[in-house]
């Protein structure tokens, strides 16, 4: 199957509609996109479209990108992940990104489910309570990533060497990591997703990669996540990602 019969297939399965052929004001633009991200990246490594399309609301939800995300929301459905996995995979972003892109991406993911007959609210899938939170997430963190954050920041005045890393362990790991509808693998996967998208962020992607590795990603997965993103981020970002990653994926 060549790279046009590719891109056909994969926009049928994922949006319901066919590839651009000569519609539109700008076709030719449409067919490089379509036949790059669709005939091409799509069919570029081990990961399954359901997956792909998680790490697409990802990197979309991290740019802001809100009209690219409302279609891709509906392809991600389409393809047969849950409401709950899409939501769970949007809230992953915030700790990273920022509560305000996080609530513009919840407001367009919460239109979609409407428009689908989805009942909201969705279940609750919260694991911790207030009393809890930071031991829970201290449950998780330090098998990947020891005591790394607490170490590093134990310069800083006064009461912010403790708070800095309780921050983190609480709203990181207890709020967010301990959540049910996504394992920590696809979790930690979006992460570097996200990292990656963002930018200048190469310290902690890397210890990222470091923690994808650790709960059972594979080097090909963690590639092809990134590759996938590659169409929406940009290729710099991907190579930026590739060259921090490379002692971790040699």
């Known amino acids: 199957m060549n790279r046009i019969d590719r891109t056909e297939q994969k926009m049928q399965e ?11 004001n700008d076709p030719e633009f449409m067919k490089i996109l379509q ?10 490594g081990s990961l399954d479209t ?12 991290t740019l802001n990108t809100l009209p690219q995300l409302k279609s891709h929301i509906q392809g991600s459905l389409n393809v047969g992940c849950t409401p709950i996995e899409i939501r769970e995979t949007i809230y992953q972003c915030a700790p990273f990104i920022g509560f305000p892109r996080t609530l513009n991406a919840i407001g367009i993911m919460n239109e979609v489910f409407i428009e689908n007959g989805i009942e909201l609210p ?25 005591d790394e954050i607490e170490e590093r920041y134990s310069y800083l005045p006064d009461d912010f060497s403790g708070a800095i890393p309780r921050f983190l362990t609480e709203l990181c790991f207890g709020d967010f990591a301990t959540r049910k ?15 990656a998208t963002m930018g200048g962020a190469e310290f ?9 590795l650790k709960v059972g990603n594979t080097k090909e997965e963690i590639v092809c996540a990134l590759v996938h993103a590659s169409g929406y981020m940009g290729i710099p970002r991907l190579f930026n ?5 490379k002692d971790l994926l040699n």
């Open 14 to 24: 994922i949006f319901r509609t066919s590839a651009v052929v000569n519609e539109g």
């Open 181 to 195: 509808g996504l394992d920590k693998k696809l979790r930690e996967l979006f992460i570097v997703v996200i990292l």
């Open 204 to 212: 902690q992607l890397k210890s990222h990669i470091y923690g994808a």
């Open 122 to 146: 969705l279940e609750e899938q919260g694991t911790v309570s207030d009393e809890d939170r930071y031991e829970k997430g201290l449950e998780l963190q330090k098998p990947i990533y020891g």
């Open 241 to 245: 990602a590739l060259n921090t990653a």
């Open 50 to 61: 359901h997956i792909r399309e998680l790490v697409t609301v990802t990197v979309l939800t």
């Open 35 to 44: 036949r790059f991200i669709f005939g091409d990246v799509c069919y570029t």
